[in-house]
């Protein structure tokens, strides 16, 4: 909008009203895009929380799965130790039939 001098200052060096109302209008305008540009913000900040959330309880839980399987991975070569000691096999030797086992297996599916 454009103003004429005599309209912007009276003579007393105050503003006119109909300045003052686009001034405070444009100032409305410009709030109500910085309350969207937060608001957006804030969803944004929300979402990456959720997912940090989300995303330590997956590992924490990964984390707990596999210290169980090193657990039974731990007991399961104990016991094949304490076997192989008791049958007077090594166990290089154990490691090597499974090996073997693992190769015939693999030879007869994808044969």
């Not at 309350?35 to 959720?50: E, H, N, Q, Y």
């Not at 940090?52 to 094949?80: A, P």
Request: aromatic share 12%.
């Amino acid at each position: 909008m454009l103003y004429q001098t005599t309209d912007l200052v009276s003579c007393r060096g105050q503003y006119s009203h109909a300045v003052l109302d686009e001034l405070e209008s444009q100032n409305d305008a410009a709030i109500e895009a910085m309350s969207a540009k937060v608001r957006m913000l804030k969803d944004v900040t929300t979402a990456i929380g959720a997912g940090v959330r989300d995303s330590t309880t997956m590992i924490n839980s990964m984390n707990d799965t596999f210290e169980n399987t090193r657990f039974k991975v731990r007991g399961t070569m104990t016991r094949m130790l304490r076997m192989a000691e008791n049958t007077g096999i090594g166990w290089r030797i154990w490691l090597l039939f499974f090996f073997l086992v693992c190769i015939i297996f693999w030879y007869a599916r994808f044969s």
